[in-house]
């Protein structure tokens, strides 16, 4: 509950800044839709904390049927909600409802008999405002193309433009969710054999080395 308080912070902070985010996208009829969306930063907490509390306890199977229910819902509740008349905000409410399922789903499968340790407030919160900044600055480093596009663009081709330029980068970012899959399985093997120097060059060699075997021809092929 705690960590959902946190992150009411930064959306109450776009809900009221909807009207100057939007006017520096060059739209001002996007104020509605950025209003809405700040729910978005707010609801998937219980699912990327149920995420990471997998991944850290190496049970992957849960990780993976929680990842997968979050995929499938988001993609039945966008098309479910824009095919009945939403549009747009059909789109942000399929986002949000699949936050609240897979979080749901999280839920349910970490149900445990082990007594959890004394937490340390002082370091988590430390440790939670570390992955915070690195989060928002790799989400700006994705986006600020696009948002830029969508900033210098004439107001009337804007939209157009904008749409083109995130079609063709989504399409470039498929070799990512290979890097992603290896990241988020590496991690927590990486960080358990930091004290054997050997194993851990051993996970980090091999990874690179995988993931440049499988990624390589994907982006060759796109190129």
């Known amino acids: 509950m705690k ?7 930064p959306a109450a902070a776009v809900f009221l800044l909807a009207e100057l985010i939007s006017l520096m996208l060059n739209d001002i009829t996007l104020t509605p839709y ?3 969306s700040a729910l978005v930063l707010a609801l998937p907490t219980f699912y990327s904390l149920f995420l990471g509390e997998f991944n850290g306890l190496k049970k ?9 229910t979050h995929q499938v819902t988001k993609f039945i509740g966008i098309a479910a909600f824009t095919a009945i008349g939403f549009k747009v905000y059909g789109a942000i ?13 999280g839920f349910i499968l970490s149900k445990s008999k082990s ?24 989400n700006l480093l994705i986006a600020i193309d696009l948002l830029m596009v969508k900033a210098l663009s004439p107001t009337a081709t804007a939209n157009t433009l904008s749409a083109l330029y995130s079609a063709a980068g ?3 970012r498929v070799p990512l969710l290979f890097a992603t899959t290896f ?7 990486i960080a358990s054999k930091i004290g054997s120097k050997e194993k851990y060059l051993f996970y980090m060699k091999n990874s690179f080395r995988y993931l440049l075997i499988i990624s390589l021809p994907i982006m060759i092929v796109f190129a």
């Open 3 to 9: 960590i959902f308080l946190i992150n009411l912070v």
């Open 60 to 68: 992957y199977k849960k990780q993976a049927a929680v990842t997968i």
């Open 170 to 172: 989504t399409l470039s």
């Open 93 to 105: 409410m399929g986002f949000m409802s699949a936050a609240v399922i897979s979080g749901l789903a």
């Open 115 to 138: 007594v959890p340790k004394k937490l340390d407030l002082k370091k988590f919160y430390y440790l939670i405002s570390l992955v915070a900044v690195t989060l928002l600055i790799s």
């Open 34 to 36: 950025i209003r809405l």
């Open 183 to 189: 990241a988020t399985v590496l991690l927590p093997l």
